[in-house]
Nanobody, 126 residues
Framework: QVQLVESGGGLVQAGGSLRLSCATS????????MGWFRQAPGKEREFVAA????????YYAESVKGRFTISRDNAKDTVSLQMNSLKPEDTAVYYC???????????????????WGQGTQVTVSS
């Protein structure tokens, strides 16, 4: 059974940085697209960033472009999200997601991901 566990969330002041990590277990091959999504209170879940199976291709939501960086380590089967210049509007629960599209490119829609983590809270104070 594939499991994803996020870590690294917390409380940070506006302008600060956080690095989220997602560790995947239960699969024999890590070469699947991965993504990050977030959901703020009272809002729909939204796409944040995605990365292709090998890391060569990435894609970001306009709201985070230039501030967030997604990366992966296939040897460790982990994916990370470096978040800089954080804003109060970045406050949300952040979710890591894994696609089953073997050797696939990045995906930006939630239903293209099969496995999800439990989420980690990120709170940015003004």
């Amino acid at each position: 059974q594939v499991q994803l566990v996020e870590s690294g969330g917390g409380l940070v002041q506006a302008g600060g940085s956080l690095r989220l990590s997602c560790a995947t277990s239960g699969r024999s091959d890590s070469r699947y697209p991965m993504g990050w999504f977030r959901q703020a209170p009272g809002k729909e879940r939204e796409f944040v960033a995605a990365i292709s199976w090998g890391g060569a291709s990435t894609y970001y939501a306009e709201s985070v472009k230039g501030r967030f960086t997604i990366s992966r380590d296939n040897a460790k089967d982990t994916v990370s999200l470096q978040m800089n210049s954080l804003k109060p509007e970045d406050t949300a629960v952040y979710y890591c997601a894994a696609s089953t599209d073997y050797l696939g490119n990045y995906h930006t829609v939630g239903h293209e991901y099969r496995y999800w983590g439990q989420g980690t809270q990120v709170t940015v104070s003004s």
